[in-house]
């Protein structure tokens, strides 16, 4: 086979098998490669996890996500939380009224699972067809989690087993709130005292543990059942531990929740992303506040990812070897699960290096992104 030679790093060879320094690539048909540059072509990824917010906010946000992104699960957790298909709807409006002009992004509307939601309601949504989850947030878990659930096998297992007849997915923030558990360990409790009996009570309830941070939520994932279980990474999750928390200083922009943990655990979602595994799909958890309500005594939990988040994907993908499994993370894995078809359209991911705004400014104030300041490998251009 010829190769040909483009710098130390990296070799062509015509029968579409790239050598890379760490791994080998065969067959990845959208890798094009030139003497300085990478280039990669990708169907128009989905993002399974995102906060729109409302009003002003959703205005300054929104072309963030929908410039790149094809769809997105957009979150419930407003005041007042969205608990209906009406409010549903109405939520979707505005969303659709804030995108920039000739945008093809569809928002995906979730319900905010309460004590009190009705199997019917669960109907109502599915009958909407604009409803594709139902969100349950651990009442006092995370920002606006309030009026969340207190007791889900108490209150909510009639809902549940709706969701199963209509196949209505549950995302679920996977964290108990008992004070007395340690914050490092809240995932795991979750899962050894909610969703492992939540699974062997309903096994055919679909289910996405969103944000994961652990290794334990790796190895539930996939110890269950193929299609009923799967999990979305956020790009914080992937490339930062704890220590990001602390660095020189205590660090707000790198509060979320779940918080970050320790690096053995970053390093088993890694593994897992890029192993290729159905199982586990990009979903960002982007989550603008005001800088003023991070930067304060008592700052709230979020980090402003949508503009770099394809960026970091592709770089965690880089530096494991793996960019021949980025696309199926990004635009594939999530739309099967989801039983949805696959973008059409596509995005180009180039070796670009970008500096990240030190932040955005609005009327209302501004909104600081993750990694301000600081200048990344790869940029993302629709085509
Ligand atoms: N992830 C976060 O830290 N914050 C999210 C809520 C959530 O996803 O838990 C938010 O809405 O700000
Ligand atoms: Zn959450
Ligand atoms: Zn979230």
Aim: aromatic share 8%; glycine share 6%; proline share 7%.
């Amino acid at each position: 086979m010829e190769g040909i030679g483009i710098g130390s790093d990296l070799v062509i060879v015509e029968s579409n098998a790239f050598q890379f320094p760490s791994c080998k690539i065969t067959g990845f048909r959208h890798l094009k490669c030139n003497a300085s540059k990478m280039e990669l072509t990708l169907t128009r990824p989905d993002d399974w996890h995102l906060h729109l917010r409302d009003n002003e906010l959703l205005e300054a946000v929104v072309s963030h996500s929908a410039n790149h992104f094809g769809r997105a699960i957009v979150m419930p957790n407003l005041k007042p939380p969205i608990t209906t298909t009406a409010a549903a709807v109405a939520y979707r409006e505005s969303i659709l009224k804030a995108l920039p002009a000739n945008c093809n992004f569809t928002p995906l509307m979730t319900l905010y699972l309460t004590d009190s939601t009705s199997p019917d309601e669960i109907k109502l949504a599915r009958r909407s067809g604009v409803i594709f989850a139902v969100k349950l947030y651990p009442a006092g878990a995370t920002t606006n989690s309030q009026d969340g659930v207190t007791d889900l096998f108490g209150k909510c297992l009639p809902v549940l087993e709706e969701m199963v007849e209509q196949n209505m997915p549950l995302l679920v923030h996977g964290e108990v709130t008992d004070p007395n558990v340690d914050v490092f360990d809240r995932e795991k409790v979750f899962i050894d005292t909610v969703l492992q009996p939540l699974m062997k009570r309903l096994p055919h309830l679909k289910v996405v543990m969103e944000h994961i941070t652990t290794m334990d939520a790796v190895k539930f994932v996939e110890s269950c059942d193929d299609g009923f279980v799967a999990a979305t990474v956020t790009p914080q999750h992937l490339v930062l531990n704890r220590n990001a928390l602390f660095q020189g200083g205590l660090q707000p922009h790198s509060y979320c929740l779940p918080v970050l943990k320790r690096e053995t655990h970053r390093q088993a979602i890694v593994s897992a992303v890029t192993s290729g595994s159905k199982r586990f799909f990009l979903g960002t958890d982007s989550a603008p506040h005001e800088r003023k309500k991070k930067e304060c005594p008592c700052g709230c939990a979020g980090i402003y990812n949508a503009p770099v988040a394809l960026s970091l994907y592709a770089k965690i993908f880089e530096e494991a070897g793996a960019l021949d499994k980025l696309e199926a993370f990004t635009s594939f894995n999530g739309p099967d699960f989801y039983g949805l078809p696959r973008n059409t359209s596509h995005i180009k991911l180039k070796k670009t290096p970008w500096k990240v705004p030190e932040s955005y400014s609005f009327s209302f104030g501004d909104i600081v992104p993750m990694f301000a300041g600081e200048t990344l490998e790869w940029q993302s251009f629709c085509v």
